[in-house]
């Protein structure tokens, strides 16, 4: 089975941020600031406003309308892990960090939920979620310290980072740096092919 990210590796965040500073802005209210003082290890949900001072009626609206962009969501799904999806079609879980029914509402919202075998949300660290990667062959996030954990805890899995920006420079050897989801399938492609090689070479 193939464990994957959702946020930054699946689902385009730093879009879906650019457009809450949209919606914000149209209130006046600066969306960072906001972030900064709700978010929790960095992560923002809708919740988060309700430990603000807004109004009632605006929080409302603000809601509504983060909630339309959310509703929408494909938009925000990157091509390549579409495709990824599609073609591995029923074969990918969903590990997703930070509050449940904000992700859930992200993940239905996109679309996918047809091309996945089960989606797993955690607010505990990822390495936590042992069931899932006991069942697990491949695991594809975007943080390369969550990678890193998951390699200590579980040596088997295939791990790869999506540094889509190529940001991440030293990464231990172990993790097979990728700059997208369709590059997981050519690695993936050259990695069997060498094996069929070499099964040939045997005979
Ligand atoms: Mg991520």
Redesign the pocket.
Known sequence: MIVC?????IYNEAKLRRDFRRVFGSFDLDFETIFRKTAKHGHFCLEALNRTSLKKSQKARIIQECKKLIGNGSVYVFADAKQFLQKNLGKVSILSYGSSEFQKEKIVGSGIAKFIKQVEITQLHKRESKDLFLKADIYI???PTVLQEISQSFNKIKLYLIDRDNKCDVIPDNIIKVKDLAEVKNVESRRIKTKKQKDRSKI
């Open positions: 990210d959702f946020e930054g590796t996030d975007n943080d």
